[in-house]
């Protein structure tokens, strides 16, 4: 089992930046595919970025490539997602998952391949 539990987000305006992290317990230390994700209202999660085991490889969703850098400090495991160049459209809670250890998802942003969940950290951006 692994817990996962988010935290950095709240309030920017349009331009701005965050970072959110996202601290794993339990049954962490083997590592596997992490990603986050995010849902706005009224629409469908849609993964945001995913970082393999060790952080050798990342990915990214367009619409936040060359804004947005997910890592993974190497030790405790903590996640992490920077976000520079916030815009109003990135605002929805933020979702941090896990997949199962030792799979390798066919889409690495999809979220029916990662097994564990945060309860999510919103982000609200205002222009």
């Known amino acids: 089992q692994v817990r996962l539990v988010e935290s950095g987000g709240g309030s920017e305006e349009a331009g701005g930046s965050r970072r959110l992290s996202c601290v794993p317990s339990?049954?962490?230390?083997?590592?596997?595919?992490m990603a986050w994700f995010r849902q706005a209202p009224g629409k469908e999660k849609e993964g945001v970025a995913a970082?393999?085991?060790?952080?050798?490889?990342?990915y990214y969703a367009d619409s936040v490539k060359g804004r947005f850098t997910i890592s993974q400090a190497p030790t405790q495991r903590t996640l992490y997602l920077q976000m520079d160049s916030l815009e109003p459209e990135d605002t929805a809670m933020y979702y941090c998952a896990s997949a199962l250890y030792g799979s390798v998802p066919s889409n690495f942003l999809a979220p029916s391949e990662y097994t564990y969940w945060g309860q999510g950290t919103q982000v609200t951006v205002s222009s």
């Open positions: 339990g049954t962490t230390n083997r590592a596997r595919f």
């Open positions: 970082i393999s085991p060790g952080g050798t490889s990342t």
